[in-house]
Structures are given as C-alpha cells and as structure tokens.
C-alpha cells in the first residue's frame, strides 16, 4: 500500500480482464439441448448432451449429464450484474412458459449462475429486489462464483 492508500499492485488487476456475467443453466442426465432450444425458442451458448466426450487432464471423459446454458458473457462491455441480470430477463421473458416444462421436473436442474470477478477487483455488487426475484421466477437455485 502507498501512503495515499492505494494497492501498489492494483495495476495489475486493472489489466486483468473483466469476468463478469449471469447465466441460466439446465441440466439432466437425458437433456436433449435440441429439445430445450425448440422449446424456449432460443439458441444456447454452450450446450452438450450426455455420453459427448470432452478433454479434461489431459485425458478424453464422456459427459455424464446434458446441459443447455445461455450466458451474457462478452454481450455486455459492463461489470454490473444488474445491467448482466436485466439482459438474460429480456431474453427469457418470451420464453417463460417453455421454461415451466423444466422447472416442473424433478429431474432437470434449472439454475441461475452468477460470475463476479470484475477487472477493477473484488469489490462487490448489488442487484435489487425486483430483479432477483424475476430470476428466482426463473429458475430452482442460485450459483454464485466468486475470483
């Protein structure tokens, strides 16, 4: 720390780029991302099916679930979750009902996922009330990952 109060190293994290976004994830052990997509009417960020190979420590696995998600990453230039928060509901507002199928089913996961790890470092954020209770209408839990 300087005399002024600032962090030394703080440069170093101004540097480091933002990693911040809100995502709505669904998972089953027989998702069909296909099925998902046709039924929401929106196209996923990411999405993969049970038994789909994937490299992880150096060695090739087989998916043991599907998994259909829709993320704000690299939509918005913004490190407020709000303004992340507020896009995903624009998004989902018009498939709300399809959405329903999956929040019903005891065996689908359906969770909003929050990344906070801002570039100008971890300072914390806010997001109201109204907003996190549209989420909450929108999913069964909440993730939250923090850098």
Same mark, same amino acid.
């Given at each position: 720390? /300087?005399? +002024? %109060? /600032?962090? +030394?190293e703080a440069g170093d994290e101004a540097d480091r780029p933002s990693q911040v976004r809100v995502m709505l994830r669904i998972n089953g052990t027989d998702l069909d991302p296909d099925e998902v997509s046709q039924c929401? %009417?929106? !196209?996923? /960020?990411?999405?993969f099916r049970r038994g789909d190979s *994937? !490299?992880?420590g150096g060695r090739m696995l087989r998916r043991a679930y599907g998994s259909w998600s829709l993320s704000t990453e690299g939509t918005a230039c913004s490190d +407020?979750?709000?303004e992340h928060s507020s896009r995903l509901l624009e998004w989902l &507002?018009? &498939?709300k009902a399809g959405l329903e199928t999956y929040l019903e089913q005891n065996n689908i996961g359906v969770a909003i996922a929050f990344w906070w790890a801002p570039s100008h470092g971890p300072v914390g954020f806010t997001l109201t009330a109204p907003? *996190? !209770?549209q989420l909450g209408e929108m999913c069964k839990e909440f993730e939250f990952f923090f850098a």
């Open positions: 720390m /300087t005399y +002024d %109060g /600032t962090n +030394d929401l %009417g929106l !196209r996923p /960020t990411k999405s *994937f !490299r992880a +407020d979750l709000s &507002a018009p &498939a907003i *996190f !209770r």
